[in-house]
């Protein structure tokens, strides 16, 4: 875990993750930026099913969409430890990213650099 504040991009995806988690409810909303600067945002799927989180599918969305990379990453939720396989998914992808947990008002908890 790191101390990097983050710069507006970093804000930009904490706000999608946000959005996404309000949007159905969610219990936690995620987002990635990838090298080009494109973003994912997608909320966790708990369906009997399929259970992902939502870093899992923001990462799995950059990845099938071409994405080389991760740049960041935010995890909004009500609080808890992130997932060691979520983090994991973001490094496999973005070994340099930087992680941003964040709760449910964008107030930044933790931050976790390569």
Known sequence: MGAEEP?????????????ARARVAAAEGAA??????????????????LRLS???LAVAMAVSSGAASLE??????DGGPVDPGDLA?????????????????GTVLATFCP
């Not at 990838?34 to 966790?44: K, Q």
């Not at 960041?72 to 939720?77: E, F, P, T, Y």
Request: proline letters at 5%.
């Open 32 to 49: 990635v930026r990838d090298e080009t600067g494109r973003t994912y945002a997608a909320a966790a799927v708990a369906l009997p099913s």
């Open 7 to 19: 710069g507006p991009e970093d804000i930009k995806i904490i706000t999608l993750a946000r959005a």
């Open 72 to 77: 960041a990453a935010a995890l909004v939720s």
């Open 89 to 105: 998914a973001v490094r496999e992808v973005g070994p340099d990213a930087v992680l941003f947990q964040a709760a449910a008002d």
């Open 54 to 56: 939502a870093l899992q």
